[in-house]
């Protein structure tokens, strides 16, 4: 469960490279840009909207429509796992072998930086049929592939658009133990 309640984001890679994080809040665009790597961060609402077949998506300049496909085989073995299964930092990391081999750029396991390591845990795939989207009211043209990976940490996304749902585990650095005595002196 998030420390922040359900959320939702968006990560933006431009064709020329800049990244940019467009978070709900303050709180959240903190935690993301200190997790993953940005050149600019936006706070603004962040509206997704999931019907069945659709998802709708409304974040700043950002308006998007996706029309969601079936479940391929991917998709019916990921539901296959047991959610509690799927989600667990074991199981990612036991699986990043096969993701890397069955969607090249996919990682379950791994560091964005800042000494936060991550796991993603997919229980769920589905391809998207098409997307119709506009960027300050520009049409950002036809479904395509992702390609180059976008660069937001470690892993990228599946190439062909799909919507894949997971749970990331995200575990932030121990600060270091303070063994310093606190107290005065201790007289007997």
Not at 156 to 184: K, M
Request: glycine fraction near 10%.
């Amino acid at each position: 469960m998030s420390p922040f309640g359900p959320i939702s984001d968006v990560m933006v890679e431009a064709p020329g490279g800049g990244r940019l994080l467009i978070a709900p809040n303050d709180e959240v665009a903190r935690f993301l840009a200190g997790t993953y790597r940005f050149d600019s961060v936006a706070v603004t609402p962040v509206e997704a909207v999931r019907r069945p077949e659709r998802l709708h998506v409304v974040a700043g300049p950002l308006r998007s429509d996706l029309i969601i496909g079936r479940r391929g085989w991917l998709g019916l073995l990921l539901r296959a796992v047991p959610r509690r299964v799927a989600t667990a930092p074991a199981w990612a990391a036991l699986i990043d072998p096969l993701a890397r081999a069955a969607l090249p750029g996919v990682r379950t396991r791994g560091s964005a930086g800042s000494g936060r390591r991550e796991w993603y845990g997919a229980w769920d795939l589905h391809q998207l049929l098409s997307v119709t989207a506009s960027w300050q009211g520009i049409d950002l043209g036809a479904m395509a592939d992702v390609c180059p990976p976008v660069r937001f940490g470690f892993g990228s996304t599946p190439r062909r658009p799909s919507l894949v749902r997971l749970t990331t585990t995200i575990q932030l650095p121990t600060p270091p133990l303070d063994l310093t005595a606190r107290h005065g002196d201790i007289s007997g």
